[in-house]
């Protein structure tokens, strides 16, 4: 299956993501789906521009982790923390198009619009991402997720690494 993973170049317009057995290929994505997950990118961008708060946005990075067996593409994911901005920094000034140079994103932001078919929490426990910010469609709401120590993720109410919560990014 990894193979079949590793044989989609970067940059295609295939949403791929795999979870240790199973394996995702999703097409190119909605307009509603896209307007959701820009605007979720530009709120993130703005509270962090405003508050002065370094960061790093990362797009739609396909996050593929040998080690973990896993992948993934997230809709939308960030750097906060101050050794992963220096990780990305020094892999930038290397010139490096190579994924496994930089550091796995501290908050992805995943645009639910239908159900996947995969363990996507999983998927970003196993690559040690601190914060999933959710919207749930079907619910018409954002949920805020933090990993935990036993590899889950559980909504909080508020974020790590934006003074934000939840029930204000709807809004």
């Not at 405003?50 to 960030?78: F, H, N």
């Not at 990780?87 to 930038?92: L, M, P, T, V």
């Not at 140079?101 to 992805?108: A, C, H």
């Amino acid at each position: 299956m990894s193979h079949l993973l590793d044989s989609i170049p970067d940059g295609c317009h295939i949403h791929v993501d795999y979870d240790g057995k199973d394996l995702e290929l999703m097409s190119p994505i909605s307009p509603f789906h896209d307007e959701i997950r820009t605007l979720l990118g530009q709120f993130v961008e703005a509270v962090a521009q405003e508050l002065g708060i370094p960061y790093k946005g990362l797009g739609q990075t396909t996050w593929k982790r040998s080690e973990v067996a896993r992948g993934l593409e997230s809709d939308e994911c960030y750097y906060f923390k101050p050794e992963k901005l220096a990780a990305a920094d020094a892999a930038k000034a290397r010139r490096s198009k190579n994924v496994a140079d930089y550091p796995n994103p501290d908050l992805s932001v995943e645009v639910d619009i239908s159900p996947s078919r995969i363990d996507r929490p999983g998927i970003y426990a196993a690559l040690v991402v601190a914060e999933v910010w959710r919207f749930d469609h079907e619910q018409g709401r954002i949920v805020i997720e933090r990993l935990r120590d036993d590899s889950t993720y559980h909504p909080v109410e508020a974020s790590r690494f934006l003074p934000v919560r939840a029930e204000e990014i709807r809004r």
